[in-house]
């Protein structure tokens, strides 16, 4: 059996194309079942199978979080100013950003973080 008659861990028949049964542990031969063409298995399972996944495979809701707080990270360093004092230590401006986290129909979130002490807060709007 040639190379070129397996793709991945799939083995077609060279004459007709047939997706091929695996071999089992003792057998020395594979049989097509469509044409009746019979395979020696000699060296089928020294080949070496090696599977790839894309990142927008297998979607979950962990994934879909850890994009989220990832896109977040990348929001982060765009954040704007605001002249508001803080409340920890005076200083006349601060940071802040809006996120939606109540329903629709309801005010945004805005989160509040000082530049100078770090201290942070949010207020519902």
Same mark, same amino acid.
């Given at each position: 059996?040639?190379?070129?008659? !397996?793709?991945? @861990?799939?083995?077609?028949? =060279?004459? &007709?194309? +047939?997706? $091929? ?7 020395? !031969?594979?049989? &097509?079942?469509?044409?009746? %063409?019979?395979? /020696?298995?000699?060296? !089928?399972?020294?080949?070496? #199978? #090696? ?5 927008? @495979? ?9 994009? $989220? ?9 765009? /954040?704007? !100013?605001?002249?508001?004092? %803080? =409340?920890? %230590?005076?200083? =006349? ?7 939606? $986290?109540? @329903? ?5 979130? #805005?989160?509040?973080? %000082? ?7 949010? #207020? +519902?709007?």
């Amino acid at each position: 059996m040639s190379a070129s008659n !397996i793709i991945g @861990s799939l083995t077609f028949c =060279p004459e &007709c194309g +047939n997706l $091929l049964d695996m071999a089992g542990s003792d057998d020395d !031969i594979i049989l &097509c079942n469509q044409c009746g %063409c019979a395979f /020696r298995t000699a060296g !089928i399972e020294t080949t070496e #199978v #090696v599977t790839t996944s894309s990142e927008r @495979s297998f979607q979950s809701s962990l994934k879909a979080k850890r994009h $989220l707080v990832q896109q977040n990270k990348a929001a982060q360093q765009a /954040r704007a !100013i605001i002249k508001e004092k %803080c =409340p920890s %230590c005076g200083n =006349p401006e601060m940071e802040y950003h809006t996120m939606q $986290l109540r @329903s629709a129909d309801e005010g945004q979130t #805005v989160f509040y973080n %000082c530049k100078k002490c770090g201290h942070k807060y949010s #207020v +519902n709007n």
